[in-house]
């Protein structure tokens, strides 16, 4: 049996979602800044996306901005704030943001701006009081994501926001791994920008959005054309984008239906590995987070060659954090938690989503308990394992 548990990396594409971005790859080659029929069939498509992506989030069409990915839209609010920020030279963000975030903070505090990174606490929460200290009339943004890629853990962002507003800042929350798992409001989350991906909730690698509160200044950070009001120059990507708007349509329609499943097969899985592994604790807030995931610490099992172990059995998970040239780097999410050096090196992160089942889930809590004291009895005896 192959089972997937690594959603929060990538999902499969919904049927509904495949239809709809093969009918615009089959038959609607047009530009969408085309004046012909050609054009404005392709540049209806794009209305048609930004409609429901706004309608997903609570937002207005004309302040959604296509780009290729949650990247790219972080890339796009954090420096086109920054740019547009004037005296103001702080740029602020909490310490478990994602690469897309942080790595685009150092380019920035190369070029002259002040960053500040925000602790949390032993759950993944940024304290509110946190980041009230560390304003102040310089700072123009503040960069907190809605929950966590690693543990799920879902942040105060009204909170937070508010915070950042009472001092002039504007806030921007990284919203790839809440969309389309839990309801997501700007209005009611207070924030001038938000980032969304579509290969996070079923829809097409290559497709994203940037949400802008009207009036907010950006800097266009891709100049050329006309495109997305100025904001994103280049002919936008539209088979990949029609499959945008038509994730977010489900994804509404099964947020208005309720809570599904996934909640309760995570907790499944969860207590399962829990209760037939020793030696396993969950990371993160219990409750606070999103139904799909968990992240679990397996005493004296190095990440890493649990992943490659499951992997062989047919089952593809993730550690959260980068690999490079085979050596595990430590999640820098963790280590924010202040976990100590070998707990940031053993922790799997189980993600669920469209395709899972019980069956499914009771099988991988089957295989663990075998794969995991096969891994430690090597340990055991000094023998390096990669499988």
Same mark, same amino acid.
């Given at each position: 049996?192959h089972?997937?548990?690594?959603?929060?990396?990538?999902?499969?594409l919904d049927?509904?979602?495949?239809?709809?971005?093969?009918?615009?790859l089959?038959?609607?080659f047009?530009?969408?800044s085309?004046?012909h029929?050609?054009?404005?069939?392709a540049k209806?498509?794009?209305?048609?996306?930004?409609?429901?992506v706004?309608?997903?989030?609570g937002g207005?069409?004309?302040?959604?901005?296509?780009t290729?990915?949650?990247?790219?839209?972080?890339?796009?609010?954090?420096?086109g704030?920054?740019?547009?920020?004037g005296?103001?030279?702080q740029l602020v963000?909490?310490?478990?943001?994602h690469e897309?975030?942080l790595?685009t903070?150092k380019?920035?505090?190369?070029?002259g701006?002040?960053?500040?990174l925000?602790?949390v606490?032993?759950r993944?929460?940024?304290?509110p009081?946190?980041?009230?200290?560390?304003?102040s009339p310089?700072t123009?943004?503040?960069?907190?994501?809605?929950?966590?890629n690693?543990?799920?853990?879902?942040?105060?962002i009204?909170?937070?926001a508010a915070?950042?507003?009472?001092q002039?800042a504007?806030?921007?929350?990284?919203a790839?791994?809440s969309i389309?798992?839990?309801p997501v409001?700007v209005?009611?989350?207070?924030?001038d920008?938000?980032?969304?991906?579509?290969?996070?909730?079923?829809?097409?690698q290559g497709?994203?959005?940037?949400w802008?509160?009207r009036?907010?200044?950006?800097?266009?950070?891709?100049?050329?054309?006309?495109q997305?009001?100025r904001?994103?120059?280049?002919?936008?990507?539209v088979?990949?984008?029609?499959?945008?708007?038509?994730?977010?349509?489900?994804?509404?329609a099964?947020?208005?239906?309720g !809570?599904?499943?996934?909640?309760?097969?995570r =907790? +499944?899985? %969860? @207590?399962?590995? &829990?209760?037939?592994?020793?030696?396993?604790?969950?990371?993160?807030d219990?409750?606070?987070?999103v !139904?799909?995931?968990t992240?679990?610490?397996? =005493? +004296?099992? %190095? @990440?890493?060659? &649990?992943?490659?172990?499951?992997?062989?059995?047919?089952?593809?998970v993730?550690?959260g954090?980068?690999?490079s040239?085979?050596?595990?780097e430590p999640?820098?999410?963790?280590?924010a938690?202040?976990?100590p050096?070998?707990?940031t090196?053993?922790?799997i992160?189980f993600?669920l989503?469209?395709?899972n089942?019980t069956?499914?889930?009771d099988?991988?809590?089957?295989?663990m308990?075998?794969?995991?004291?096969?891994?430690?009895?090597?340990?055991?005896t000094?023998?390096?394992?990669?499988a």
């Amino acid at each position: 049996m192959h089972v997937y548990l690594d959603h929060n990396a990538t999902t499969p594409l919904d049927p509904a979602v495949i239809e709809t971005t093969v009918a615009v790859l089959r038959g609607e080659f047009g530009n969408a800044s085309s004046v012909h029929t050609f054009g404005q069939t392709a540049k209806s498509r794009l209305d048609v996306a930004r409609a429901a992506v706004a309608d997903l989030i609570g937002g207005r069409p004309q302040e959604v901005i296509f780009t290729s990915g949650g990247t790219e839209a972080d890339n796009l609010a954090l420096r086109g704030v920054a740019e547009a920020a004037g005296a103001r030279r702080q740029l602020v963000a909490s310490a478990i943001e994602h690469e897309a975030v942080l790595n685009t903070l150092k380019a920035l505090a190369r070029r002259g701006w002040t960053t500040t990174l925000l602790p949390v606490d032993g759950r993944g929460i940024v304290p509110p009081e946190t980041l009230e200290a560390a304003l102040s009339p310089e700072t123009a943004l503040v960069s907190i994501m809605h929950a966590n890629n690693e543990i799920g853990t879902i942040q105060p962002i009204a909170e937070l926001a508010a915070i950042a507003h009472a001092q002039g800042a504007l806030f921007h929350t990284d919203a790839v791994q809440s969309i389309g798992k839990i309801p997501v409001d700007v209005e009611r989350l207070g924030v001038d920008l938000l980032s969304l991906s579509a290969h996070k909730f079923n829809g097409p690698q290559g497709a994203g959005a940037l949400w802008v509160r009207r009036g907010r200044r950006l800097v266009a950070a891709t100049t050329g054309g006309g495109q997305e009001r100025r904001r994103r120059a280049g002919t936008e990507n539209v088979s990949a984008i029609a499959g945008l708007g038509a994730a977010a349509r489900i994804a509404r329609a099964k947020l208005e239906a309720g !809570p599904g499943d996934i909640a309760g097969l995570r =907790d +499944r899985l %969860e @207590a399962g590995i &829990l209760a037939g592994v020793p030696g396993t604790v969950v990371n993160g807030d219990p409750a606070r987070r999103v !139904p799909n995931t968990t992240n679990i610490s397996f =005493d +004296r099992v %190095e @990440a890493e060659s &649990l992943l490659i172990a499951l992997d062989l059995e047919g089952v593809a998970v993730s550690t959260g954090s980068a690999c490079s040239s085979g050596t595990l780097e430590p999640s820098h999410v963790l280590r924010a938690m202040g976990f100590p050096p070998h707990r940031t090196q053993n922790s799997i992160r189980f993600s669920l989503g469209l395709g899972n089942t019980t069956e499914q889930v009771d099988h991988v809590v089957g295989v663990m308990p075998r794969v995991v004291e096969r891994l430690r009895a090597l340990s055991r005896t000094g023998q390096h394992v990669n499988a």
